[in-house]
């Protein structure tokens, strides 16, 4: 870690940083795993606590059993009341919650944020500063210049806001009984849940793995739990994750349960009336599941770091206050499961975040020119993948699409690829360099036009690659001079939704009263405001022409229109300019019925009278 990224900070062991009592000995050594009885005895003493003294002496309990410890060890040691057990434990978590040793990073998005001495051992590793080199919206950065953030300080943005939303929930309701190993494996996860992201984001497993290994169901979540293993095992952390208490390999599953999202459920009704599905926490604790992934609600800490960081180099406003959230967040039993819920006043909250989700894929992330540069950058790396070798494990070779499969090869596989491919002098290499030259050189495929289809009649994915054929095989009723094929043209079906497909996201969460914070209620979305959305999923038709000249985009603009009048889909927003003479032919797409009117009614008396005169003045000649 460079020094100008992070310091470290001393503190005194109080969690409000104010000094030790008058006349009370400090711990001799500044790591609690360190010290022996007598310093454990100090620390009680400096917290008020030294009428546990004697009990802790004799139970011989040393600085390196303190993250162990829990309220049956407690009680058996002699704490008989809940409230002192209760008290001591808050007391001692203070210990790991705010180390001496943290270190300050300073963020654009939160300002100076404290990571825990465990985590800065992960992040300086080169599995986790390989985040550096990824772009965090690939191709998008060739559209907003701003764009230039990349997955390493994201990562660290999840890290710490799930810290801070498992230790508002632990401060808030300490009957949780949530532990340092609980909040350490949470940030661990919110670290460490993008790892597995590979060249240009999802540009990669979204598009360039579906097309060269098409037998092959990846996402980047599977490499994310393989890069862990690799980091953990490669950098002899396993030694380490136990010298900060935590249990192996209980709480390494946890984690990656975590960055997997939830797994497949019996019948899926969400109450509790199905198979626990998990290994690393017990159903007391399934809520801890739901800040880095939260496959439930979709309302996560993952969406709240993006959300902002990526608003703030977009240059988009961002209208959800996360912050709110977290003092609003409360842990609620429903059904026989425990769920993080929030206040019912907060549900206008919730619904502006799921619409600035949208907001930030219409305008940027499925914007059309960073889509076509997406396609291009994908169909470069397709040509190019048998002729690139990267070594992995044990000297294998292997190519783009195969690193995948070793983690020590992936682990160089970044946005770098770009560059490589780019100056490279392989003459086998020389059209997919043609290609990323093209993109930077502003010489793009051309855009055609969008459509959409009604929502029953949305297209299936198996389908999709056989939109083109379709376009290519359509034959307009005018005559086209140039006759293009399928391979001219690139069809992009976008799928626009509030991140649950067709279903509204806020029914799956659950919400408490001010006069009852413990009985939880669902909000309908009539009960919230007549103004929101119908229908929470759409489909866009983004349709491109590989070819420039004019005569070929011509053709290529009247078939993508008669496509859309023969398949139904909406009239493109220029279809009366590109083809003027095929719109007239579908005559929903002129009706004007309750469309609103704003000529001037003088304009159009005086356009009637002038029209009269003319057909009176052509009389008067006849």
Not at 397 to 403: E, M, V
Not at 436 to 452: E, P
Not at 474 to 496: C, H, R, W, Y
Request: hydrophobic share 35%.
């Amino acid at each position: 870690m460079n020094r100008c990224e992070s310091r470290k900070r001393r503190r005194s062991f109080s969690p409000d940083r104010g000094s030790p009592e008058p006349g009370v000995l400090q711990p001799r050594k500044s790591n609690y795993q360190e010290w022996d009885v007598e310093d454990v005895c100090r620390f009680l003493r400096m917290k008020g606590l030294g009428k546990f003294e004697q009990l802790f002496r004799d139970a011989q309990l040393s600085g390196d059993v303190l993250p162990m410890l829990t309220q049956r060890d407690l009680e058996k040691a002699g704490v008989s009341i809940l409230g002192d057990r209760l008290k001591l434990i808050k007391c001692i978590n203070t210990l790991w919650q705010n180390p001496i040793d943290a270190k300050v990073f300073n963020d654009p998005i939160h300002g100076h944020i404290e990571m825990h001495p465990l985590l800065v051992r992960i992040i300086d590793t080169p599995q986790f500063q390989r985040l550096r080199f990824i772009k965090q919206l690939g191709g998008v950065y060739f559209v907003y210049p701003g764009a230039s953030h990349n997955r390493f300080e994201h990562s660290i943005g999840v890290a710490h806001l799930a810290g801070q939303l498992v230790k508002a929930l632990c401060g808030r309701q300490p009957e949780l009984q949530i532990n340092h190993r609980d909040i350490l494996c949470v940030q661990i996860a919110g670290l460490c849940h993008d790892l597995g992201h590979g060249p240009f984001s999802h540009l990669f497993d979204g598009k360039f793995i579906p097309l060269t290994r098409k037998d092959l169901k990846w996402k980047h979540e599977d490499a994310s739990l393989a890069m862990f293993d690799h980091l953990i095992d490669t950098n002899g952390l396993e030694v380490v994750l136990l010298s900060y208490g935590l249990v192996l390999p209980e709480d390494v599953k946890f984690i990656k349960e975590q960055i997997q999202g939830r797994p497949t459920e019996g019948n899926g009704a969400g109450d509790g009336s199905e198979a626990w599905p998990y290994k690393g926490r017990t159903r007391e604790k399934g809520f801890l599941y739901e800040i880095v992934a939260n496959k439930r609600s979709g309302i996560d800490v993952d969406k709240w770091d993006y959300f902002a960081r990526d608003c703030h180099h977009l240059g988009i406003r961002n209208n959800f206050d996360f912050e709110r959230f977290l003092k609003f967040a409360r842990v609620c039993e429903v059904g026989k499961r425990k769920h993080i819920c929030t206040r019912d006043k907060e549900v206008g909250d919730l619904y502006n975040m799921f619409h600035t989700r949208n907001t930030l894929h219409r305008r940027a992330y499925q914007h059309r020119v960073g889509n076509i540069i997406g396609c291009m950058i994908t169909e470069a790396m397709v040509l190019a993948d048998p002729h690139i070798q990267i070594s992995g494990a044990g000297g294998k070779i292997y190519t783009i699409s195969t690193a995948i499969d070793d983690m020590e090869a992936y682990t160089k596989l970044t946005d770098n690829i770009f560059e490589q491919i780019l100056y490279s002098s392989k003459p086998e290499l020389w059209e997919a360099r043609k290609i990323l030259n093209n993109v930077l050189c502003r010489r793009l495929y051309k855009w055609i036009g969008q459509t959409q289809p009604a929502a029953e009649a949305m297209i299936e994915q198996e389908e999709f690659n056989e939109l083109a054929n379709q376009i290519a095989a359509v034959a307009p009723s005018t005559s086209l001079e140039v006759k293009l094929g399928p391979e001219d043209f690139i069809v992009n079906v976008v799928q626009m939704d509030y991140g649950m497909a067709e279903k509204d996201p806020i029914n799956k969460v659950r919400f408490y009263c001010k006069n009852n914070p413990n009985r939880t209620i669902k909000i309908r979305k009539d009960q919230v405001s007549q103004l929101l959305p119908e229908r929470f999923t759409e489909q866009l038709i983004q349709v491109y022409c590989k070819k420039s000249d004019d005569q070929s985009l011509q053709a290529a603009r009247k078939q993508f229109v008669q496509w859309c009048i023969n398949r139904d889909f909406t009239k493109p927003r220029d279809g009366d300019i590109v083809a003027p003479e095929l719109t007239p032919l579908k005559p929903d797409w002129n009706n004007s019925d309750g469309d609103s009117d704003d000529s001037d009614p003088w304009d159009e008396l005086q356009s009637q009278r002038q029209a009269n005169s003319h057909r009176s003045l052509a009389k008067a000649f006849d």
